[in-house]
C-alpha cells in the first residue's frame, strides 16, 4: 500500500493544475494590448481612437473578442448602429449639476483619454491589465478652453487560462467623479438602457437563457437574474458557442434588468434602472461595476454556469 502525506498530495495536485494549463501572454502596445494562449488569440483592449471618416470616434474598450476557436464574436461599426463596439460600457446621460456635458454612448459631446494601460500583477495563472481613462467633453471646459475630465475610471480585465469547454473573463470598472454633483444615466425611454453592453455577432438561431431556462427578448427590459446566456451558431463552420455574462450580486442596484436584442444590436445588463433616472457619481468614493464573462462551447447547458457564479459572488 502506498501512503500519501496531505502535504504531498497537494503539491502534486497545484503541480498538475500548472502543467495543464496553457500560459496566458500579454502584449500592451501603445494602441492595443493583446492576450493570447499559445497560438489562440483571446482579445484585444483599445486604448487609441478609432473613428470612421472622423466619426463615431471610440477608444476604452474590448475588440476583438474570440470564441474558444478562433472566432471573431465581436462587432465592431456595425452597419446598423455605427456607435456600437465590441464589450463597451457607456451612459447616454451625462450631467454636472443641471449642466448635461455629453453622451457617451451615442459619442456625442463625448471622448475617453486613455492615460495608461499597465499589466496588474495576479497570484494565479491569469493576466490582467489595469487601464485609467479620463472623461472628457467639450461642453466642459477650463477658464483657457482646454476640456476637463469629469471622470476618472480604472477598469481592470482579467483573462483566465482555457478550461476543457470554457474562458473565464473578469471586467471592473470604477468609475470616480472629479468634479461634485456629477450624475449619470440611460437612455431616456421605457427601455432605460445603459452601462456593460456586449455587441456580438447573432446566428438566426440565437438562443437567451437564464437560470429559469429559455428567455423571449422583448423591445422592453426582461426581469433581473444574476446571468444571462447568448449561444448559437456563431462558432467555425456554423459551431454551436456562447457568451455568458455574470453580473456581481456586489455591483449597485443589484439585481439590474437586461435589454435583449436577437438581432442588429447589442445585449446590456441595464445600470442603472430606471436608465431614464440619473444616479450621482462619488468624487470620493468609486463606484464600482463588476462583472464575468464566459466563452464557452455548446449552449448554456454545456458548462456548469451556476457553480462559476456561485464561485464569483464570493469574490
Known amino acids: 500500500m502506498i501512503v500519501i502525506k496531505k502535504a504531498s498530495l497537494r503539491i502534486v495536485i497545484v503541480l498538475l493544475s500548472q502543467i495543464s494549463f496553457a500560459q496566458i501572454n500579454l502584449k500592451i502596445e501603445k494602441d492595443k494590448s493583446h492576450f493570447t494562449e499559445g497560438k489562440d488569440s483571446i482579445l484585444s483592449y483599445q486604448a487609441s481612437e478609432k473613428s470612421i471618416d472622423g466619426k463615431y470616434i ?10 474558444l476557436d478562433g472566432t471573431v464574436l465581436t462587432e465592431d ?3 446598423d448602429h455605427f456607435h456600437h463596439r465590441g464589450i463597451f460600457w457607456a451612459w ?3 450631467y454636472i449639476g443641471d449642466k448635461r456635458i455629453g453622451d457617451g454612448w451615442e459619442i456625442e459631446n463625448f471622448k475617453w483619454e486613455v492615460t495608461s494601460v499597465k499589466e496588474k500583477k495576479q497570484k494565479d495563472a491569469s493576466k490582467a491589465i489595469q487601464t485609467t481613462v479620463l472623461w472628457k467633453s467639450p461642453l466642459w471646459k477650463s477658464k483657457n478652453g482646454k476640456e476637463k475630465a469629469f471622470v476618472k475610471e480604472r477598469t481592470t480585465i482579467k483573462v483566465y487560462p482555457k478550461q476543457p469547454h470554457y474562458r473565464l473573463i ?11 454633483n456629477m450624475k449619470i444615466g440611460g437612455s431616456e425611454d421605457e427601455k432605460g438602457y445603459g452601462g456593460f453592453s456586449p455587441r456580438i455577432h447573432l446566428s438566426d438561431d440565437i438562443v437567451f437563457t437564464d437560470p429559469t431556462g429559455k428567455i423571449t427578448p422583448t423591445n422592453l427590459p426582461i426581469p433581473a437574474s444574476e446571468w444571462m446566456d447568448i ?4 462558432g467555425k463552420n456554423g459551431n454551436k458557442v456562447g457568451l455568458t455574462i455574470i453580473c456581481s450580486p456586489k455591483n449597485p442596484g443589484a439585481k439590474n434588468p437586461w435589454i435583449l436584442r436577437a ?9 442603472p434602472f430606471p436608465g431614464a433616472k440619473v444616479v450621482p457619481l462619488s468624487n470620493k468614493k468609486p463606484t464600482v461595476l463588476r462583472y464575468r464573462l464566459i466563452i464557452h462551447n455548446g449552449n448554456a447547458n454545456s458548462i456548469p454556469i451556476d457553480e462559476i457564479y456561485q464561485d464569483y459572488a464570493k469574490k
Open 58 to 67: 471610440r477608444s476604452n474598450y474590448i475588440h476583438p473578442l474570440y470564441t
Open 77 to 79: 461599426f456595425p452597419v
Open 92 to 94: 447616454h446621460q451625462l
Open 170 to 180: 473578469d471586467i471592473e470598472i470604477a468609475l470616480l467623479a472629479l468634479k461634485p
Open 231 to 234: 449561444s448559437g451558431s456563431l
Open 263 to 271: 438581432k442588429k444590436s447589442m445585449q446590456n445588463a441595464v445600470y
